[in-house]
């Protein structure tokens, strides 16, 4: 692209729309407690199911509950379980990913299949797997998510590595006697750098769906706690009498979700690395 | 290629009973008595030590691990904790049968269009057509199954009142009297895949449009729509073989979201309700049929893509010959 400022990526419309989207989303979970109009979870059972009114601007749920105030604190939720979920799969992937493609050999061997019967296992399938055994709540989605979602970057890093580990920088680090732990931060991070930015940046977005799809299924975070999804779920037996309850929610995942997978398509265009299929 | 797919299907083994593995430990070894979880706090002792002699906690979990299995793949499948005296391979057969039939109609229309809309996009790309199409598959990417499924639901089945928006007839329907409840689940299904496929479909496309031997065919004069539909659509639609793989393979774990949101009587439905139940040996039975699916797929995908493209069969060839 001929750009006369080279150094700054072309952003496009729905490129710019994304960021602002998902700043917006940021200002509301980060400024919830100034912006939202009332406690999420007070019950007011005198104002249930209101319409949209200048008293409550999305209405109230069965139990008076401004719906408003819990689409904005169910960004932090949401924001907290992803970002949480997302920066440990990384770490924890990358860390993983580059161990087992560093040392190589029967360790490499062994992971790799399980990570590839890990993959084998459809997400949603693992993630109730998971459920059953250890029950819900904020804590068992984290590692619900970050089981699901590591192995894939370990699987990223490895081969990233993989490609690094023969070459002249780090045979000469080798051979300089350096240790594996200086090797591993001097020399293999900055060059996995990007990938990892990657490989965070879509991985937030899919946490983001599969938390709000499991929340919705009854397995997530646990009431009263303001999720959207589990929002959509206790609301939907009443779409017909009262659909702000469904509906606002439905439309905070679904912008959280696009700005993301924007940001995320941008930030792998900039470091030129192909996005591929859902993983 | 006999030996390519004796492999392929050998290591789909391997990986089969690590998933097997990580199935039971995940469901059983996990922390906590399972009698306890499956019952609750306040269960009697009696009850407790009955479902402990039913599971059999007492004995070492590799050895329940190898027994499960070993039944498993007789044929015995247990019964359901939950549905007291209901085999379970009776209970998933008609399941299996329903969502068969909504996700191979779902997956077979979804299929169809993304590669019809993908290849139009790819090559009239830049075009209205294509960033329309191109936005409205990043759009349908990015809501979650259920905000779709309840979206249909609220249109066609509440404010228009043209389809049921749940389904109320019986597991046991046959094809007819469930496919009016079928078509709005299969819709949301087609829509989720269509978007993904869609992308892989148009970049691959892009790609060989830009190929030197598009190229070529262009300078010798071949005319253009000989070029799209043998030079082009032929080598595009090979690499996308995998992707829709995937999404085919995705749709197992997409039919348990958009089945309970419909109420449609499949595996995905039975499965949340075994979860919530805490129905253990029916939620690994599922478990592990979802797993046998996905791998199924995907071995077919890695044979068909073989097959298909002469280049990669040919080096197999030789490096098995050597």
């Known amino acids: 692209m001929s750009s006369s400022r080279?150094?700054?990526?072309?952003?496009?419309?729905?490129?710019?729309?994304?960021?602002?989207l998902l700043a917006i989303h940021l200002i509301m979970a980060i400024g919830a407690p100034w912006l939202a109009p009332y406690p999420p979870n007070t019950i007011d059972t005198n104002n249930a199911f209101q319409a949209p009114s200048s008293q409550h601007v999305f209405g109230t749920d069965r139990y008076g509950r401004d719906i408003l105030a819990r689409v904005i604190y169910g960004g932090q939720v949401a924001l907290v379980i992803s970002l949480a979920s997302a920066v440990l799969s990384v770490l924890l992937g990358g860390l993983i990913g580059v161990i087992v493609a560093y040392v190589g050999g029967i360790v490499d061997e062994i992971t790799m299949r399980v990570i590839d019967a890990v993959i084998s296992i459809p997400g949603i399938l693992l993630l109730l797997v998971i459920v059953t055994g250890l029950g819900t709540g904020t804590p068992v989605i984290i590692l619900a998510m970050v089981l699901s979602y590591m192995p894939g970057v370990i699987r990223v890093i490895r081969a990233t590595v993989q490609e690094y580990v023969p070459r002249d920088f780090i045979v000469a680090a080798r051979l300089r006697g350096e240790r594996v732990s200086d090797i591993?931060?001097?020399?293999?991070?900055?060059?996995?750098?990007?990938?990892?930015?990657v490989e965070f940046a879509m991985r937030a977005s899919w946490i983001v769906l599969s938390v709000s799809g499991l929340s919705f299924l009854g397995f997530g975070v646990n009431p009263p706690t303001p999720d959207w999804g589990l929002m959509v779920n206790e609301n939907r037996a009443v779409l017909v009498l009262s659909p702000w309850g469904t509906i606002f929610p439905m439309i905070a995942v679904a912008t959280l979700v696009v700005s993301l997978n924007v940001v995320s398509d941008e930030i792998a265009k900039v470091f030129g690395i192909d996005r591929g299929v859902r993983r | 290629m006999a030996s390519y797919v004796f492999g392929r299907c050998f290591s789909a083994l391997v990986t089969l009973f690590v998933?097997?593995?990580i199935i039971f430990v995940a469901t059983e070894v996990l922390p906590g008595d399972v009698a306890t979880a499956v019952l609750g706090r306040d269960a009697t002792p009696k009850r407790l030590a009955a479902l402990r002699a039913q599971l059999q906690l007492d004995r070492p979990a590799s050895a329940r691990y190898m027994d499960w299995l070993y039944a498993f793949v007789q044929g015995d499948w247990g019964y359901s904790l939950a549905r007291p005296k209901q085999a379970i391979l009776p209970l998933i057969g008609e399941r299996v049968r329903n969502t068969l039939w909504l996700s191979g109609i779902a997956g077979v229309i979804g299929v169809l269009l993304s590669l019809l809309l993908g290849v139009v996009a790819g090559l009239k790309r830049n075009t209205w057509f294509d960033t329309l199409v191109s936005t409205l598959s990043l759009i349908g990417m990015s809501l979650p199954e259920f905000v779709i499924g309840s979206l249909l639901m609220l249109l066609f089945g509440v404010i228009w009142a043209l389809l049921p928006a749940v389904t109320i007839v019986q597991p046991q329907a046959t094809f007819t009297a469930l496919f009016p409840s079928m078509i709005l689940p299969a819709v949301t299904l087609v829509i989720v895949m269509v978007a993904y496929i869609l992308r892989m479909v148009r970049s691959s496309v892009i790609d060989v449009a830009h190929s030197d031997y598009v190229q070529m065919a262009y300078l010798k004069g071949v005319p253009h729509r000989r070029v799209v539909w043998h030079h082009i659509i032929p080598n595009a639609l090979i690499p996308t073989i995998n992707a829709i793989a995937l999404t085919v393979a995705w749709l197992i774990g997409g039919v348990v979201v958009v089945e309970t949101v419909f109420n449609f009587p499949g595996i995905g439905r039975l499965l949340t309700s075994a979860v919530s139940d805490r129905d253990l040996p029916l939620v690994q039975a599922l478990g592990l049929v979802g797993a046998v699916f996905y791998i199924g797929i995907n071995i077919v995908a890695d044979i068909a893509t073989l097959w298909l493209t002469p280049r990669l069969r040919t080096q197999y060839w030789r490096v098995a010959d050597e």
Request: aromatic content about 6%.
């Open chain 1, 6 to 20: 080279p150094w700054l990526p072309h952003i496009s419309l729905p490129t710019l729309i994304g960021i602002v």
């Open chain 1, 184 to 197: 591993v931060w001097v020399e293999l991070l900055p060059n996995i750098l990007d990938v990892l930015c």
């Open chain 2, 19 to 21: 998933v097997a593995a």
